[in-house]
Each structure stands twice: as structure tokens, then as C-alpha cells.
């Protein structure tokens, strides 16, 4: 680079190289500082996993950024909503997966009265998208809005407290069979801060896939399978002896839904499983007093 030389002079002299460097070091700077600002005062939105799999759902493809149920876990699910539809539907656990069985609960089957879905989540973002995915006119849309709700829950006790909670529980007589509502337990195990069109409610089919339960330090499920099998005896009962609630427990590979499906819905009530889903019916009779006839579980 040159520049004039000063008085009458004409000639020209070289900047000196450390100037020459400085001087381009200064242009690059601010070409990357103009190029930074257009970048960040477009706007630009970066969808998460979470925010993909919901987007799917409302435009009616089943997502597979969060599939928690293998093909023919949701198979085995579908087939006894579809049964009983229309029924009222509890399910511990909101996803798009989860959220279709509203609009299977609507259709068609051997159920007689009104189709009802409840979804329990301690999720407020999949709170909110399902309720967008209702309200947005996607293919996941009960027939009525009314017949589908949806409700915030606050687990308490984390995955890595299970066998203390199954140990105190059986030494409580408040944990045995229950005799009335579930919203009057007593046993720390039952979910009394659910809302009562929850607890009061009579149910046919109750889901358990919720809340995560994938870490020792996430809250674990215990207190949902638990209240699932209460509710269930509760509802088999009210409907007469003839009846049966059809229970389902997601991801019994793992520890703790193994050990508390055993123990509150009870191996002689497994009518089906596949893959990493179980599927009981639980009817009126047994005991007065506990949950299963075959007792406690052997767990070494």
C-alpha cells in the first residue's frame, strides 16, 4: 500500500509491514462483526427433538425423534383400546404415541357409554403441545374436546427410592388392597394430589408409561403403578363382579416397574406382553386386604 508523500513532493512511500498487517486485521474484523449482526438479526428457529416429534403429531405423522413403544408394543396397545373403545382411558405418560389413543378411544368397539381420556404428565412442554396438537384440528383430535384431558402431576419420590418405599409400604397397613376412593389413602404410595375426576373416577383401561423413571435420580413410577392397580380394584369393584380393568405397564425390562407391577397388579392377572409392555386385567375378587393372592414378591 502507498501513500502521497507530504509538501510539494510527488512521490510515494510503503507502509511499513506491521502497519499493513495491523490495518487488515482491522477490515477482516469488521467484515466478520457485519456478517455476525445478518446472521442474528434474521430470525431463525431451531426446533428441538421434543418441539419435531409434536410437530409431526399435529400434522398427522407419527414422529420418531421420541418413539418410546416398539412397533408391536403400540400394536398390543391399540388392540385393547380398540376393544373397549369407547371406554374411559387413563394413561401416567403424554407423548404423540400416547396422545393417538384419543382419537382410537373415539371410535367404535364392544365398551358401552361415552369415550373419556385422561393424560397425568409432570411435563408442562408436552402439557402444552398436546393440548396444541387438540386444539390445532390435527388427526390426533378426540371427537370431542371435552372427552380428553389433560393434567399436571408432581412426582415426589425418585427411581433410586423404590425398594425403600416397597419395603415401608408393606409393613403399612394403608398400602393393602383399597377398601374406598383413592383420594382418602393413606399409603405414600398413592397419588392423592391428583385431581378428583382422576381418583373418584371409574376406569376401564389404565396406561403406565410415565412419568421417565430412566435415571435413579429422575422421579420413578412407582407411585403410578401403585395408584393404577388401586384405581383399577376400585373400578372393578364399582362396576360389579363380572367386570375387569385392563391395566398396562410400559418398560418392565427395568427394575422398578418390574417390582411393582409384580407386587400391585400380580402375575396371575398377566394376560399378555410384548416386547418391554405388559398388559393385566384386574377384576374385583382376591383378597380383602392385599393386592395379589400369591403374596409378596421374593425380590433378593
Not at 409434536?54 to 400434522?59: K, L, P, S
Not at 374411559?88 to 404423540?96: C, N, T, Y
Not at 393417538?100 to 358401552?112: I, R
Not at 415426589?156 to 409400604?169: K, N, Q, T, V, Y
Amino acid at each position: 500500500m502507498h501513500i502521497s508523500g507530504g509538501g510539494g513532493g510527488g512521490g510515494s512511500r510503503m507502509l511499513p509491514p506491521k502497519q499493513l498487517l495491523t490495518i487488515v486485521i482491522v477490515v477482516f474484523s469488521s467484515l466478520s462483526f457485519i456478517k455476525l449482526l445478518l446472521l442474528t438479526g434474521s430470525p431463525s428457529v431451531v426446533s428441538s427433538p421434543r418441539n419435531r416429534a409434536w410437530d409431526a403429531a399435529a400434522a398427522g405423522v407419527n414422529g420418531t425423534d421420541r418413539i418410546a413403544l416398539a412397533a408391536k408394543e403400540l400394536a398390543l396397545l391399540r388392540s385393547l383400546v380398540a376393544a373397549r373403545s369407547p371406554c374411559r382411558l387413563l394413561v401416567f405418560g403424554l407423548s404423540p404415541q400416547l396422545l393417538a389413543l384419543a382419537k382410537l378411544n373415539s371410535g367404535s368397539g364392544d365398551g358401552s357409554g361415552t369415550a373419556a381420556t385422561a393424560f397425568i404428565t409432570d411435563s408442562a412442554d408436552d402439557a402444552d403441545a398436546a393440548r396444541g396438537v387438540l386444539g390445532g384440528g390435527g388427526r390426533h383430535k378426540a371427537s370431542g374436546a371435552a372427552s380428553v384431558g389433560i393434567h399436571r402431576a408432581r412426582y415426589r419420590d425418585a427411581a433410586a427410592d423404590a425398594w425403600p418405599l416397597l419395603r415401608r409400604a408393606r409393613g403399612s397397613p394403608a398400602c393393602g388392597r383399597a377398601t374406598g376412593t383413592v383420594r382418602k389413602s393413606g399409603c405414600p404410595l398413592a397419588l392423592t394430589s391428583l385431581p378428583r375426576e382422576v381418583l373418584d373416577a371409574r376406569w376401564d383401561v389404565v396406561v403406565v408409561n410415565g412419568p421417565s423413571g430412566a435415571a435413579p435420580e429422575e422421579p420413578g413410577r412407582m407411585g403410578t403403578i401403585y395408584t393404577a392397580a388401586a384405581l383399577a380394584r376400585a373400578s372393578a369393584a364399582a362396576a360389579g363382579a363380572a367386570s375387569a380393568v385392563d391395566v398396562a405397564v410400559h418398560d418392565v425390562d427395568r427394575t422398578v416397574e418390574r417390582w411393582y407391577a409384580w407386587e400391585y397388579l400380580c402375575d396371575d392377572n398377566l394376560v399378555a406382553a410384548k416386547g418391554r409392555l405388559w398388559h393385566f386385567r384386574v377384576g374385583a375378587g382376591g383378597l380383602p386386604d392385599a393386592f395379589c393372592n400369591t403374596g409378596p414378591v421374593q425380590i433378593l
